[in-house]
């Protein structure tokens, strides 16, 4: 499996996994031959890489890729709406809605947010009990323009994970995910987020309420449990007290709010955002790791620092001596010795042999998103 540029694809190469646009409407499915003349259409999408297979290593997507389309569905409605039941009704028939009800164990036809978030974060977590621990090192195809919905969403799948591999239980990571999906539903009334620049010191003190408006608005969600509306206000609480709204630290903070804090953190860290260069998958790792016990909680950091590696699959990075790889697999518990194969000798000679091996890295040279930024710019 590698990642490809969109302009990079080859006629005949094979899609390793499926690919949905914004709208959630499937554009290529997991097996098909890629055709030059896709290109167009993914670009107009937005997305401008892929996953095609060449049969080596492999991305851990954890979860259904449908199940995430729809839920990003779900979360752009709930934001363009500010939650009212009513558009959501438009949008489902009575199918869907019986489907939704189900994970409440509710008949009817009357169905509110809480029965939706808590469908889909069932579905997440039958999909993390599928392993007993589970490695997550899935790049989505997002764009600067649909960051909001994606990190939500991201954050989210994260949070499922770390939640998952700390050994909590079903109903816990129920409430994890779905207090994930809250935490920054107000966001969307500071119009200021959306442009193209950094934001002052008023507009980040103003910034600073949106757990308390998040929190406010999600226990007033029929069908939200207390427990993960109290993710929303504590998902910016720093283990030393440094955080917002509350200045809360330690184990004052849930351990859902310290789980949705380090998932929040790093899938904004490795986000294309207008304002900053993105930071590799390492970078990220390296932020939260030198941040632990000040910002974060130590467990909960340790958990993430085995469940999220520092390399993905696909990123080209250098070897300790100085010859160039691709990083094809990782596996939970080594997230700094990923399987990688050797691309390029330091010398320029001819590579012998291509086994793959694990190697100390030193180095990231090419990671996606950073790529995907020099396409923005
Ligand atoms: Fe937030």
């Not at 892929?50 to 995430?68: A, F, M, P, R």
């Not at 859902?256 to 260069?277: E, M, N, W």
Request: glycine content about 6%.
């Amino acid at each position: 499996m590698k990642k490809t540029m969109v302009d990079d694809i080859q006629e005949g190469e094979i899609a390793a996994l499926d690919v949905y646009d914004n709208c959630g409407n499937e554009l290529i499915k997991k097996g098909a031959i890629l055709k030059a003349s896709l290109k167009t259409s993914l670009k107009k999408a937005g997305i401008y890489f892929l996953y095609s297979d060449d049969n080596e290593g492999s991305v851990h997507t954890v979860y259904k890729l449908k199940t995430l389309a729809e839920l990003l569905q779900v979360m752009k409605c709930f934001i363009a709406s500010n939650g009212e039941n009513a558009e959501i009704l438009k949008k489902y028939g009575k199918e869907e809605i019986k489907r939704f009800l189900s994970a409440s164990n509710e008949t009817g036809n009357k169905i509110a947010y809480g029965h939706i978030f808590r469908y889909f974060a069932t579905e997440m977590v039958s999909s993390l009990n599928e392993n007993k621990k589970q490695v997550y090192d899935f790049q989505d195809y997002r764009t600067i323009e649909t960051y909001p919905e994606y990190h939500i969403v991201n954050a989210a799948c994260i949070t499922g994970v770390l939640a998952h591999n700390m050994g909590l239980k079903d109903e816990e990571k129920v409430d994890a995910i779905t207090g994930a999906l809250l935490c920054d539903i107000k966001m969307n009334q500071y119009k200021f987020i959306g442009e193209n620049r950094e934001l002052t010191g008023t507009e980040k003190e103003e910034m600073r309420q949106h757990p308390l408006l998040s929190f406010d608005m999600a226990r007033k969600i029929y069908g939200i449990p207390a427990r993960a509306a109290l993710i929303a206000l504590q998902h910016h609480e720093r283990y030393d007290k440094g955080g917002y709204p509350k200045g809360i630290g330690g184990n004052d903070i849930g351990v859902l709010g310290k789980i949705a804090a380090i998932a929040d953190v790093y899938d904004a860290l490795t986000s294309s955002r207008p304002f900053r260069k993105v930071y590799t998958p390492s970078d990220a790792w390296h932020c939260i790791d030198s941040n632990i016990g000040i910002l974060f909680d130590p467990a909960v950091a340790e958990e993430f620092k085995r469940s999220i590696p520092e390399y993905f699959p696909g990123d080209i990075v250098e070897v300790k001596d100085g010859d160039k790889a691709i990083v094809l697999e990782n596996c939970y518990g080594k997230p700094q010795s990923p399987s990688i194969k050797i691309i390029e000798k330091k010398d320029k000679s001819a590579i012998i042999s291509c086994s793959v091996k694990t190697q100390t890295i030193v180095k990231t040279l090419e990671s996606i998103r950073q790529k995907e930024q020099q396409w923005e710019e």
